[in-house]
């Protein structure tokens, strides 16, 4: 069963705004990491952003940060300034300790930066 | 550069054939992934050892298979190639193998094409 949904198979924005993108997941483990990837048009995946089930606040790193409605199941990425160079693919993942800790990946989001 | 290195990173080769892929992880990592990128299927995890220990199993046809060697670095064996093996196979490495915590840090990938 898909775990990981990201409902948004491309989105627009426009140089230097902020944009949203949407990840839901299922789990019923009380443990688990919510985790964001981009992949350039390069290939290589970087990891972005993480946060723990049991944060209490919102992970921030730079200009990302993650949006974590945890009863909604709910752990979107916001990208603030955007730049032409966060044109690309985005992947929402995630990883349950109950289920072998190995990492599980959505259909992810193409991102086109607009200048 | 994330420190896992893979090689091939190309790789061209006809159906019924066999290759090897080839993994190093990260420096002090001890659990290492494989992924399948394909067009229609996204990120598909294959397979995680830890420590030379087979840890999980995902979407691992019969025909391929793994393992993780004393110095653990990692291969994955392709047999019987079809064309819809023709994808972008990441290796990713972590610290341990039951951290939710850890992100997975990726190599470049294997692109391999299946003529």
């Known amino acids: 069963a898909q775990k990981i949904t990201q409902t948004q198979p491309g989105m627009f924005v426009q140089e230097k705004e902020a944009v949203t993108l949407d990840c839901t997941y299922d789990?019923?483990?009380?443990?688990?990491?919510l985790f964001w990837y981009k992949q350039p048009s390069s290939g290589e995946m970087i990891f972005l952003i993480y946060q723990g089930s049991y944060d209490q606040q919102n992970a921030t790193e730079g200009r990302y940060s993650l949006n974590f409605q945890k009863a909604r199941k709910s752990a979107n990425l916001v990208i603030s300034a955007s730049q032409l160079g966060d044109s690309a693919m985005y992947f929402c993942?995630?990883?349950?300790?109950?289920?072998?800790?190995?990492?599980?990946f959505g259909a992810g989001t193409r991102l086109t930066v607009k200048p | 550069d994330s420190g896992v290195t893979q090689t091939p990173k190309h790789l061209i080769t006809a159906t019924g054939q066999r290759v090897t892929l080839r993994c190093s992880p990260r420096s002090g990592d001890l659990s290492v992934y494989w992924y399948q990128q394909s067009l229609d299927q996204g990120l598909q995890f294959l397979i995680q050892y830890y420590n030379g220990e087979e840890r999980a199993k995902g979407n691992i046809l019969e025909r391929f298979s793994a393992q993780q060697f004393p110095d653990l670095h990692s291969e994955l064996n392709l047999s019987s190639l079809e064309l819809g093996d023709s994808a972008l196979y990441f290796c990713?490495?972590?610290?341990?193998?039951?951290?939710?915590?850890?992100?997975?840090?990726f190599g470049e990938g294997s692109r391999l094409t299946v003529l």
């Open positions: 990713a490495s972590s610290q341990v193998a039951r951290a939710n915590t850890g992100e997975l840090f």
């Open positions: 789990t019923s483990d009380p443990s688990y990491g």
């Open positions: 993942a995630m990883r349950e300790a109950e289920n072998n800790n190995d990492m599980r």
